[in-house]
C-alpha cells in the first residue's frame, strides 16, 4: 500500500508534514534532514525540488531554491542521494517542484526513478487538472504515485469537488490566497473557509498548508482538517546551521509544534 | 471577432503544442475570470468604440506606413516602415497597455500591476494607468532600475510605484515571476497588464488581438499605396513576440506573406551570451505557458543576453513558438553589432533613430535578397530615445563609408 494511504488509515488527526528544500542548507544535507525529522517525529515529508523560478513561492523558499541551486543541486543529484533513502526511512515521502525540471528530466523516467525509490507522491503545482488528466494520470496511477493537488479560499466548490476527485493522497488546503510564507497566522474568513471544506464531506483526508508556522496555528489547523504542513517556517530556522546544529534545531523545531500550550 | 485558423489559439490557448495555462491553482481564479469574461467585453460596442478612439485621439493612429526610398534603393527593393515609433510614448507598447486598461476598467478592477525590462511596457502601463486614474505598481528587476534610469524617472513621475525585484538574476524574467507572486496574493481587486504575448492563456491571445490593430491598418495602407492588400515580406523583432503577432496577426493565413521573425543573437549564436531563443531554446513551461525557453539540462531557466534589454527574455510567445516549427515563419538571428550597424544606417538615411530592439528587424535587411518588385514591411517597433546612451558609447562604428 502507498505510504501515504497507509498514514492516513492508521492516523486520523494531528498529523504533521514539514516542507524541506533539497540540498539546503548545504548540499548533502537532504538524506540527513528527512532522518532527522523522522525521528523528531514528523508523520511526511515534501522533498522541495529547487527550480529557478517557482512562481507560488514567497521569499524564504525562493531563496531556500536558489540556494540548492548555486550549491549544485538537479533533479538527477537528488536522485541519487534519495537512492538508498529507503534503507532507513519509512515516512511517507512526497517530492514537491514545478514542472519544468521534471519534463526536461523525461516525465516517463521521473516517475520509474520515483517508483524505484520509494516515493509517494507528488505535488506540482504549476501542472494544470485538464493537461494532467489527459496526459499523466494514467502513467501516475499505474505505477502507484499520488498526484496531490490544490485547492485555494478562491477555488469554488464546484471545483473542489473536481479536484478532490482526482487529487490522490490528500487534498491540499492551501490557508490563503497567497504565495508560500507570505501571510502568518489564521484569520475569521479562513476558518469559515475551513469549515466549509470540512463540512463538504470530501473523501480524500485533508492537509493544510501556506501560513501554518507554530503550535496555535497548527492546533487550529488540525481542528479542521487530518493535519497541516509548515513550509517556510521551517526553512527559516534552517537557515545558517551547520551540520552539528541540524539535530538540536529539528528537534527544537517539531517539538515546538507539537507542544500543546 | 474570433479569428479561426491554423495560427489561431484553441480554446484551450494552444498554438500547436504550445501554449496553454500551466499555473498554479492559486492563481486559476484570476486566470479563468479573465479568461470567461475578456472576449465579450472586448467585442462589445462600448468597448471597441473607446478603444479605437483612444488609440486615435491619445496615441495618435494610425500611425504612417512610409516609403523609405533611400533605405529600398540601397537594398534594391521596396521597403515600407510601419511606423510604430510615432505612437505616443514611443513604441508599440501602448496599443496593448490601452486595451488591457479599458478591459480592467470593465472588469471593476482597481489595482494595476505590470512587469517590465527596459521599462517601454512600465512607462506605457504607467501612462494609461494616470489616464485611468488607476494604482499602478510596477515590478522591475534591481539591476534593470540601475540601468534604465530615464524610463525609471518617467514612472516615477506618472505616478506608479516602482518595485524592484532582488530575486533570481534581478532582470525581466524575475520581474514577472514578481508580478505573477503579486496577483496570487492579490486575487480580486487587481488586474495584471502583461508586456507581450506570453504568459498563460488567455494572455497571448488577447495581447495579439489588441496589437492586431498594427496589421489591420497596415492592410488599409498597403492598398492605398501599392494597389495591393497584402506584402511579400513582413520583418519584426521579436522578444516576447508582441509587435510581431500585430504585424502578422491578420497576414497569418496568407502564405503568400513571408514572415521574418528576428530575434537577438546577443555577442554570437555560439557564445552562450544571447537571447536566441527559437534557435537555441528547447521546449518547456516559462511564466504558465509551454514554448521554446533558454534552459540547462536540469530545467533550471536561464539568463538571456542581448544589447537590447526589450529582447533579453529566456522565452517566446507560443504563437511563435508555433509559427517557427509550422515553418510558417523564418527565424533569423541578429547580434548586437549588426543590430547597432543597422541602427545607423536606417538613421543616416531616413533620419530615424530607432530603438536597438528595431534595428534588429532593420539589419534583417542585410540577410535577405530581395526582388525589386518586392514589398517588404518592417515593423519600426519603437524610437531610439530610451538608447541614447548604448549608441553613443557604441559610436564607434563608422558606417558613413557605406
Ligand atoms: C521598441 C520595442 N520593440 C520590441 C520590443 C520587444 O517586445 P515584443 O517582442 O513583445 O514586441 C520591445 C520591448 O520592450 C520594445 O520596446
Not at chain 1, 9 to 22: P, Q, V
Not at chain 1, 228 to 238: R, T
Not at chain 2, 202 to 215: C, H
Not at chain 2, 258 to 268: C, D, M, T, W, Y
Amino acid at each position: 500500500m502507498n505510504r501515504i494511504d497507509a498514514l492516513f488509515n492508521r492516523k486520523k488527526g494531528d498529523i504533521l508534514s514539514l516542507y524541506m528544500t533539497a540540498g539546503f542548507p548545504e548540499l548533502d544535507d537532504t538524506v540527513r534532514i528527512i532522518s532527522l525529522l523522522e525521528s523528531a517525529g514528523v508523520d511526511m515529508i515534501e522533498i522541495g525540488m529547487p527550480f529557478s523560478d517557482p512562481l507560488a513561492d514567497g521569499p524564504v523558499i525562493q531563496e531556500s531554491s536558489q540556494r540548492s541551486l548555486e550549491n549544485g543541486m538537479s533533479l538527477k543529484l537528488l536522485f541519487e542521494q534519495l537512492k538508498d533513502i529507503r534503507k532507513s526511512v519509512e515516512i511517507p515521502l512526497i517530492l514537491m517542484g514545478y514542472l519544468n525540471p521534471v519534463m526536461q528530466y523525461g516525465i516517463e523516467k521521473f516517475v520509474s526513478d520515483c517508483k524505484e525509490i520509494g516515493i509517494d507522491g507528488l505535488i506540482i503545482p504549476d501542472l494544470p487538472l485538464h493537461e494532467f488528466r489527459v496526459d499523466y494520470k494514467s502513467l501516475f496511477d499505474k505505477n502507484g504515485i499520488h498526484m496531490i493537488m490544490l485547492i485555494t479560499p478562491q477555488t469554488t466548490q464546484e471545483r473542489i469537488l473536481e479536484i478532490a476527485e482526482l487529487s490522490g493522497g490528500f487534498l491540499y488546503v492551501v490557508a490563503d490566497s497567497s504565495t508560500t510564507g507570505v501571510k502568518s497566522g489564521i484569520a475569521e474568513a479562513q476558518l469559515s473557509y475551513f469549515k466549509m471544506i470540512k463540512e463538504m464531506e470530501i473523501k480524500v483526508p485533508r492537509m493544510i498548508g501556506f501560513g501554518i508556522s507554530d503550535a496555535e496555528t497548527f492546533q487550529t489547523a488540525c481542528s479542521y482538517a487530518n493535519g497541516a504542513i509548515i513550509g517556510s517556517a521551517f526553512i527559516k530556522s534552517l537557515s545558517g546551521i551547520k551540520d552539528s546544529g541540524l539535530e538540536t534545531v529539528i528537534h527544537r523545531f517539531v517539538h515546538s509544534i507539537r507542544s500543546t500550550n | 471577432m474570433k479569428h479561426k485558423g491554423k495560427f489561431r489559439a484553441d480554446e484551450k490557448g494552444y498554438y500547436g503544442p504550445y501554449g496553454g495555462a500551466y499555473i498554479p491553482e492559486m492563481l486559476y481564479p484570476n486566470v479563468k475570470e479573465l479568461e470567461d469574461k475578456y472576449e465579450s467585453i472586448i467585442d462589445s460596442e462600448a468597448f471597441r468604440k473607446e478603444f479605437s478612439e483612444t488609440l486615435r485621439d491619445y496615441v495618435g493612429r494610425p500611425t504612417p506606413l512610409y516609403l523609405a526610398k533611400r533605405l529600398s534603393d540601397h537594398y534594391g527593393t521596396n521597403i515600407y516602415l510601419k511606423r510604430e515609433d510615432l505612437n505616443h510614448t514611443g513604441a508599440h507598447k501602448i496599443n496593448n497597455t490601452v486595451g488591457q486598461i479599458i478591459l480592467a476598467r470593465h472588469l471593476g478592477k482597481k489595482r494595476i500591476i505590470a512587469e517590465t525590462g527596459a521599462g517601454q511596457h512600465g512607462v506605457a502601463t504607467a501612462t494609461v494607468c494616470a489616464l485611468a486614474g488607476l494604482k499602478c505598481i510596477v515590478y522591475m528587476g534591481a539591476l534593470d532600475v540601475e540601468r534604465q534610469a530615464p524610463n525609471v524617472r518617467k514612472m516615477e513621475m506618472l505616478g506608479a510605484e516602482l518595485r524592484p525585484v532582488h530575486s533570481g538574476n534581478k532582470t525581466l524574467k524575475d520581474a514577472t515571476n514578481e508580478a505573477i507572486r503579486d496577483w496570487i496574493n492579490n486575487p480580486v481587486d487587481t488586474h495584471y497588464i502583461i508586456g507581450s504575448v506570453v504568459g498563460p492563456h488567455p494572455y497571448p491571445t488577447m495581447v495579439a488581438r489588441f496589437q492586431s490593430v498594427i496589421s489591420e491598418e497596415m492592410k488599409v495602407q498597403l492598398s492605398e499605396k501599392t494597389g495591393r492588400e497584402f506584402p511579400d515580406y513582413i520583418i519584426a523583432c521579436v522578444g516576447g513576440g508582441s509587435n510581431a503577432a500585430g504585424a502578422y496577426y491578420h497576414f497569418l493565413d496568407n502564405e503568400a506573406v513571408k514572415l521574418i521573425s528576428v530575434e537577438a543573437a546577443g555577442k554570437g549564436l555560439d557564445s552562450g551570451m544571447s537571447a536566441a531563443t527559437s534557435t537555441l531554446g528547447t521546449d518547456g513551461i516559462i511564466h504558465g505557458s509551454k514554448t521554446l525557453l533558454m534552459q540547462d539540462e536540469d530545467g533550471q531557466i536561464t539568463e538571456p543576453y542581448s544589447i537590447s534589454a526589450g529582447l533579453d527574455y529566456p522565452g517566446v510567445g507560443p504563437l511563435h513558438a508555433w509559427l517557427g516549427k509550422s515553418g510558417r515563419s523564418e527565424v533569423i538571428n541578429i547580434t548586437d553589432d549588426e543590430a547597432l550597424k543597422a541602427a545607423y544606417l536606417l538613421t543616416r538615411m531616413e533620419g530615424i533613430i530607432p530603438a536597438m530592439e528595431t534595428a534588429h528587424a532593420l539589419a534583417a535587411l542585410e540577410k535577405q535578397s530581395f526582388a525589386r518588385e518586392d514589398v517588404v514591411v518592417v515593423n519600426l517597433s519603437g524610437r531610439g530615445d530610451k538608447d541614447m546612451d548604448a549608441y553613443s558609447n557604441n559610436l564607434r562604428n563608422d558606417i558613413s563609408n557605406e
